[in-house]
Structures are given as C-alpha cells and as structure tokens.
C-alpha cells in the first residue's frame, strides 16, 4: 500500500510539472505548430497556375487542390456568395497586377485545411518578397466605433462598386466564414497613395466567424490587421512581419488566444514596428465616443525578439517595444511571454495614470523575459511608478533573464521550432538587461 502512494505521488508530481509547463505563453500538450506551418516558405514549390481568378465571384464557387489558382488583380467575392477553398489548395497573387482576394461583407469563405494539408496563399513570383501581393480582406456587418457605423477599406482596391469594399453594421453575430489550418505568405504590397497592405485584415467580422490555426509570414504590412467588429482569433501566427504582428483599431472587441508572434530585429519597417498595437481610432474626432471603444483580452500569447547578440540590437536601436497601447482603449493581456524587447510595453503618453485608466489596462501572470524595461509610458524617463505597480503580487508577474535556448523548449530549430515556455527555468525577479559591462 505505502508503494502505491508513494507511486500516486510521484505520478501526481509528475503531471503537476507538465501542467506547469503549459501555463504561461502559448499552451498545448503537443507542439501545435508541427506540420501546417513554414518557416522557409521561400524554398516551398508549387508549381505554375493553371487557374485564373479575376473580378466578381457573384455565385457559389469552389477551388480544388488538384488545380492552383492566379489571383489576378483585385477579386471580389461579391452577392451573399461563398468561396469553398478544398485542403492543400494553393492560390497565389499576382506579382504584377498586385493581386488580392476580399470577401465582401454578406459573403463568406470556407477555407477549411487540416493540419496536415493547409491551404496555402502566397506569392507567383519565383524569388519570393515580402509585399509581392496585397493580401487577404475578410469584411463582415460587426460594429464599428466610427460615426455612420460602415467605414469602406481605403486600400485603393480597384472594385465595380463601393458595396464590395464596405464594412460595419450592428451584426455582434456576423459570420463571415472560415479560416482554418491557412498560411499567408508575402503578402503586404506596398501603394503609392495608401502606403502598405496587410496579410490578413479583418474589417468587422463577428464572433461567428472563424479564424484559427492561421498562419502569416514575411509580410511586409501588418500581418493581422483587426478593424471594429467582435473578432475571436486563435492559434494566430505572425512570423518575421515587416511592421505590426497583430494591429486593433475602430472599437474592436477582439479576443486574442494561444497565439505566437515571432519577429527580429534586422526585418522592420523605417518607422518601427511592434507586436501588438492597440488603438481606438487614428484621429480622436473620427471616432463616436457613445460606442464601444476598442477592448482586447489576449491569453497565452507567446510575444518573441530573436536577435544573435540582443544587447548589440538594442544599442544600435534596432530593438522596440512589444506592445503599444494607445489612448481610450482597454487591454488585457494574462499568462503571456513577452521575450526580447526594448522596453516590453510603452503606453501611449495621453494615458493619464490613475486608478480608473490602470484598472482598463491590465498585466497579470505574465512572464517578462530579457527586456530592456518592462512597462513605460511614452516620452517619460522615469517609470518606477508603472514598474512598482504592475511589479506588485497582486498581478503575479514574473521577471527573468534567460537566453532563447533556456526559455523555450525549442526555438533554434529552422523546420520545426517549438516556442512553448520551459517554466521550471523562472526567476521571480524583477530586473532587465544587465546594463554592465562585467
């Protein structure tokens, strides 16, 4: 009897470590990530189109892996239709006519991969870029902050009509389909009048609409671009995005979950560019303040800066902040990594710190690994109040200073990189880079 517990215990032991394992950052008995995701995507072959995709898609339509298909120019899913994308589909957008594909609002996609036969959206250009394409739009009738509640996208899409690059509504429900097991790469292009696109912009979709296990990488806007709308996004990867990982404006309600934004130093924009920017509008006065203002709860995000030599990064200025948030907004963010970053959060300097503003903007059980700083307020140099607020036990964060190799299971590897946090290896301290030369 006494072996028996005595083994009960050891085996209780046992599974309380792995638990522990999984709490902070992105979660999962296994690594998620295998087989749908590309961290080389430029070496994948797909062979030529034999498909061509162009204009209104106005009924019903299905795409098959048995064929791939050219987005040429701007395509519009248009008339309450539904594009059916089969597993392992690729659909490529077209270099020179800087292709794109939008779902207009009352349409829907069904891109609906496996996770061992992703749909794959990318480039037709043989030597792959970042911004080859413009991207994928997903607009929906979810509300918006802004006056009028529908705002148009001013991408310069080229459309038949301004109904099909409309968005907004009064639908908390809407559904504008599935993304699922989905890769989106080199996507971003760059216009002369309004400046980058993004991979994935989600323009006042509903919680109804399903986006999971999708992944963007090398693009050369935004990777996930949130606007207005009730969006639940899950198992979101960003990889080596040229500006913002995931991006939130017009009053979105936005749950970000068990998502991984993975950047570095030497791919950014000329103006910065961070994981997670929060805002509730770009202008103050273009914003109705008797609506929504923008609200993010992210969970088990796992927010990584890999750099060869962090410290030389850093000095040199090639390392920001992780999160920004801005004015007018509430953000949540808990059981979270923050890796790598100079400092890990700046709030923006319109913030005025009193009880009312700190209690929207909330940092807890979150894991701040090797960051220059953790939490400051923009344009101020003196930030002890903000670290010795978020610092205290009430919000049981953790502060540590472990290199890649120590703070995730596997973060080298160039195939198949497993980011979930070894959390044995935690200090409880709350000091940053070793500004020392010793």
């Known amino acids: 009897m006494k072996n028996f517990i005595q083994t009960a215990l050891v085996f ?3 599974c309380s470590n792995g638990l522990a394992q999984q709490e902070k950052g992105i979660i999962g008995y296994d690594n998620w990530l295998n087989a749908w995701t590309e961290f080389k995507p430029s070496t994948a072959k797909y062979g030529e189109p034999t ?14 892996k048995r064929d791939t298909y050219l987005l040429l120019g701007d395509v519009f899913v248009t008339n309450n239709a539904t594009l059916t994308i089969e597993p392992g589909t690729v659909i490529m957008g077209d270099f020179k006519t800087k292709g794109s594909l939008t779902i207009s609002k009352g349409s829907k996609i069904i891109a609906k991969g496996t996770q061992t ?3 794959v959206f990318t480039s037709n250009r043989g030597s792959k870029k970042q911004g080859d394409w413009a991207g ?12 009028g509640e529908v705002a148009s996208l001013n991408y310069g899409l080229k ?4 109904e099909h690059i409309s968005y907004g509504g009064d639908n908390v429900e809407s559904n504008s389909g599935i993304l699922k097991y989905v890769r989106v790469e080199f996507a971003g292009k760059r216009t002369k009048a309004h400046g980058y696109l993004n991979g994935v912009t989600l323009a006042g979709i509903g919680n109804k609409t399903i986006v999971e296990n999708v992944m963007v990488s090398y693009c050369a806007g935004n990777s996930f671009n949130i606007l ?7 198992k979101a990867v960003s990889y080596r995005s040229s500006r913002n990982d995931y991006e939130f404006n017009y009053g979105t309600q936005c749950q970000l979950i068990n998502s991984l934004a993975i950047r570095t130093p030497y791919i950014s924009s000329a103006d910065g560019s961070r994981c997670l920017v929060v805002k509730s509008y770009n202008e103050k006065e273009e914003a109705d303040t008797t609506k929504k203002q923008t609200f993010v709860n992210a969970e088990n995000l796992t927010l990584v800066n890999i750099s060869e030599d962090l410290r030389s990064d850093i000095n040199v200025g090639l390392v920001q902040e992780a999160i920004y948030v801005g004015a007018d907004v509430s953000f949540s963010i808990n059981k979270s990594v923050i890796s790598g970053f100079y ?4 709030l923006d300097n319109n913030i005025q710190l009193n009880n009312q503003n700190l209690e929207k903007i909330q940092f807890t059980r979150t894991y701040f690994n090797n960051c220059k700083g953790n939490i400051y307020r923009s344009g101020y140099t003196n930030n002890d109040d903000l670290e010795s607020w978020y610092g205290s036990r009430a919000f049981d964060n953790l502060y540590a200073r472990g290199s890649d190799s120590e703070t995730f299971i596997d973060a080298k590897s160039s195939r198949n990189p497993d980011f979930r946090l070894q959390v044995n290896r935690i200090i409880a301290s709350n000091d940053f880079i070793d500004d020392d030369d010793d």
């Not at 459309?159 to 301004?162: F, K, V």
């Not at 207005?228 to 899950?234: P, V």
């Not at 400092?343 to 700046?346: C, D, F, G, N, T």
């Open 12 to 14: 209780l032991l046992v």
């Open 51 to 64: 498909q061509i995709l162009s204009g209104n898609i106005s009924s019903d339509t299905k795409l098959y």
């Open 117 to 119: 036969d992703p749909i």
């Open 136 to 147: 994928l739009f997903i607009l929906g009738d979810a509300p918006l902050n802004i006056f």
């Open 159 to 162: 459309t038949s009509s301004t």
């Open 228 to 234: 207005g709308g009730n969006a639940i996004l899950e």
């Open 343 to 346: 400092p890990a959060v700046i």
